[in-house]
T-cell receptor, first 116, second 111 residues
Framework: NAGVMQNPRHLVRRRGQEARLRCSPMKGHSHVYWYRQLPEEGLKFMVY????????ESGMPKERFSAEFPKEGPSILRIQQVVRGDSAAYFC??????????????FGPGTRLTVT | GQNIDQPTEMTATEGAIVQINCTYQ??????LFWYQQHAGEAPTFLSY????GLEEKGRFSSFLSRSKGYSYLLLKELQMKDSASYLC????????????FGRGTQLTVWP
C-alpha cells in the first residue's frame, strides 16, 4: 500500500507566479490535512478537507491560498502570486474514514517551495 | 492559542538513554502525539497518549501527565539512526483534525 504521495518534491517559483502542490492520500483515505513548516518553526496546520468538502480552513491565510479535494484526483493546495515569505515545506497528511478527527494522520514527504 | 514547548536540541551517545520533554498549555486537550522526522522526510508516527501513564513500544516509551500538562518521549539503546527531529503535537476535542505541533527537538546521536 503506497504511502501519501506529494508532488512535486521541490518547486521553485518567481515572485508573483502561482504554485500548485498536489497530494494523493493513501488508498482508502478520505481525509486530507495540509501543514506548513517554515524554517526553524514547527508544523502549522492550514486546512482539513474531505472529498469535495472543506472541514476547517481556519489555519489558511485568507488571501492567495486555496485548497480543494475533488471527488476524483489528488488534493491541490494553490498559492497565487507567491511572495518570498511563502518559501517553506508544505506537508500533506491523510487519515482513513474509520479514524475521523485526525487521530491517525500519515504524512507525505512534503513539497519544498522556494520563491525567488 | 496553544503553547507547546520542547527543547530545541539534545545530544547523546550510542547505547545511551535520552528523555525528550514536552510541556503544553491548551484547552480541550484530547491527546498528545510524538512524531519522528528525519531531515527532508515525512514525519512518522511514534506514539499517542490520551490517558495518564506510560506507553511502551519497543525501544521507545511515551509518558503523559494531563494534570501537569507534561509529556516525555524516552528512547533507549540509542542508535545512530535515531538522529532526527522529534515532534510533540496535541489535539483538541473542539478542533478535531488539527494537530498543534511544537517546534521539534533535534536529537544528535554520537558514536
Amino acid at each position: 500500500n503506497a504511502g501519501v504521495m506529494q508532488n512535486p518534491r521541490h518547486l521553485v517559483r518567481r515572485r508573483g507566479q502561482e504554485a500548485r502542490l498536489r497530494c494523493s492520500p493513501m488508498k482508502g483515505h478520505s481525509h486530507v490535512y495540509w501543514y506548513r513548516q517554515l524554517p526553524e518553526e514547527g508544523l502549522k496546520f492550514m486546512v482539513y478537507l474531505q472529498k469535495e468538502n472543506i472541514i476547517d480552513e481556519s489555519g489558511m491565510p485568507k488571501e492567495r491560498f486555496s485548497a480543494e479535494f475533488p471527488k476524483e484526483g489528488p488534493s491541490i493546495l494553490r498559492i497565487q502570486q507567491v511572495v518570498r515569505g511563502d518559501s517553506a515545506a508544505y506537508f500533506c497528511a491523510s487519515s482513513p474514514p474509520t479514524a475521523p478527527g485526525g487521530y491517525e494522520q500519515y504524512f507525505g514527504p512534503g513539497t519544498r517551495l522556494t520563491v525567488t | 492559542g496553544q503553547n507547546i514547548d520542547q527543547p530545541t536540541e539534545m545530544t547523546a551517545t550510542e547505547g545511551a538513554i535520552v528523555q525528550i520533554n514536552c510541556t503544553y498549555q491548551t484547552s480541550g486537550f484530547n491527546g498528545l502525539f510524538w512524531y519522528q522526522q528525519h531531515a527532508g522526510e515525512a514525519p512518522t508516527f511514534l506514539s499517542y497518549n490520551v490517558l495518564d501513564g506510560l506507553e511502551e513500544k519497543g525501544r521507545f516509551s511515551s509518558f503523559l501527565s494531563r494534570s501537569k500538562g507534561y509529556s516525555y518521549l524516552l528512547l533507549k539503546e540509542l542508535q545512530m539512526k535515531d538522529s532526527a527531529s522529534y515532534l510533540c503535537a496535541v489535539i483538541r476535542g473542539s478542533t478535531l483534525g488539527r494537530l498543534y505541533f511544537g517546534r521539534g527537538t533535534q536529537l544528535t546521536v554520537w558514536p
